[in-house]
């Protein structure tokens, strides 16, 4: 099953789960939970900053800061990056002990606390090699503003059928909420993220 990146590079999903057959993302009801989860959030993380450049710029000069390109770690727990900034993470997880937080939701901390601390790649250190989506096998994927529309266009549809699931009841917005919330929080992450040392 190929994989791909959507929006930033790092995380990747089985094509077959995320794009129907004509290309397009599919409706989120129809993508497992753990992808659904990671797709959900990754919308969260769209055009925020590389975390390396704002601990280096800080919120006073978050302008400063690139945005990020590349995702790693587990939702809720990640590390985003620009692509100047990659090795010193490529660095921590390979030689700094980064990799024994693989998979925790502490694995984003750890990783700031050592930048914070002072770290960071030693110069010259090489990047990961990336592996390539070959782009004549890949359908277009929507661009990110797009997959942010859509899974807002999703969220709508989910909350109308739940509200005419559930009935009209009264506190209907919160409950939707919760439930939301509470499905995203339950569901059992699948350590699947591939990591730079994987490949
Ligand atoms: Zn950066």
């Known amino acids: 099953m190929a994989k791909v990146s959507i929006g930033l590079r790092g995380w990747r999903f089985d094509e077959e789960e995320i794009i129907s057959e004509d290309g397009e993302l599919r409706p989120l009801e129809e993508i497992p939970e753990e992808p659904r989860e990671r797709l959900v959030r990754l919308v969260g993380l769209l055009e925020e900053p590389c ?3 704002y601990l280096e710029y800080g919120e006073e000069e978050v302008h400063r800061s690139k945005e990020a390109e590349i995702v790693y ?3 809720g727990g990640e590390v985003l990056l620009c692509a ?3 090795p010193d993470f490529i660095y921590w997880f390979r030689e700094a002990g980064g990799s024994e937080h693989k998979g925790s939701q502490e694995f984003g901390d750890r990783f700031h606390e050592w930048v914070a601390a002072g770290n960071e790649a030693p110069d010259g250190y ?3 090699e990336h592996v390539e989506e070959d782009p004549e096998g890949l359908p277009d994927l929507p661009d990110q503003h797009e997959v942010q529309k ?3 266009e999703n969220f709508e549809g989910d909350r109308i059928d739940i509200r005419a699931l559930a ?3 009264s506190d209907e917005d919160d ?3 919760r439930l939301s919330e509470e499905e995203l929080a339950d569901s059992d992450v699948d350590l699947s993220t591939e990591y730079p040392s994987n490949r």
Do not use: F
């Open 167 to 169: 009935g009209e009841t």
């Open 150 to 152: 859509r899974l807002e």
């Open 175 to 177: 409950e939707d909420d």
């Open 73 to 75: 770690g587990e939702p």
């Open 51 to 53: 975390d390396v450049c």
């Open 126 to 128: 090489a990047s990961v």
């Open 84 to 86: 100047d900034h990659e």
